[in-house]
């Protein structure tokens, strides 16, 4: 029985032992990097399919930083539930509306916590021109896609999403406002 169980450890060790060493060639415990791959071109097409159908542009974390840092007049808003996140955490300075995940092409009340389309202009504000940045949590969420939306749909010319999100903030080790630091 000794042996047995002595056999089976051994190959056990053995397939971990090569699993690991395959991962970094891609075949290991942690995915087939062509599979992931395949993963990562499926969400920057659909990305980049969001932003055209859209009509807003996109900007990144360290783009977002600097343009905070510049003391030039921002909006930032953050599309996610405020007690579930916007509560907990958020970018410095930044501003709650909720959008909902699926493409929201008609206005929906119920989606957004009852606000209408006249509290997010009055959110947004008198400037058209006025540099908006729409974020939610990370790169898959599409609340920011309909924030971005929304904001050129009431006519807004200067709107940005900032697809990479809190996630991608928090990852960069910039600082957050809220309940959780």
Not at 40 to 54: F, S
Not at 90 to 112: K, V, Y
Request: charged share 25%; net charge negative.
């Amino acid at each position: 029985m000794k042996k047995g169980m002595t056999g089976i450890a051994i190959l056990v060790a053995g397939l971990l032992a090569f699993g690991f060493s395959t991962s970094a060639f891609g075949f290991g415990l942690g995915g087939n990097k062509f599979e992931q791959e395949v993963e990562k071109e499926t969400e920057a097409v659909k990305l980049l399919r969001e932003v055209q159908r859209g009509g807003y542009d996109i900007i990144t974390t360290e783009e977002l930083n600097n343009l905070l840092d510049s003391g030039q007049d921002v909006l930032v808003i953050d599309s996610m539930p405020f007690e579930d996140s916007y509560k907990k955490q958020h970018i410095p300075g930044a501003r709650q509306f909720l959008f909902p995940i699926p493409d929201m092409n008609e206005w929906d009340t119920s989606e957004t916590d009852g606000k209408t389309q006249e509290d997010y202009a009055a959110l947004l504000g008198p400037d058209k021109d006025k540099t908006i940045v729409i974020y939610c949590g990370f790169v898959k969420c599409t609340r920011s896609h309909n924030g971005a939306v929304w904001a050129r749909k009431l006519g807004y010319n200067n709107v940005l999403r900032y697809p990479g999100g809190i996630f991608a903030w928090k990852g960069a080790g910039y600082p957050t406002e809220g309940t959780e630091k």
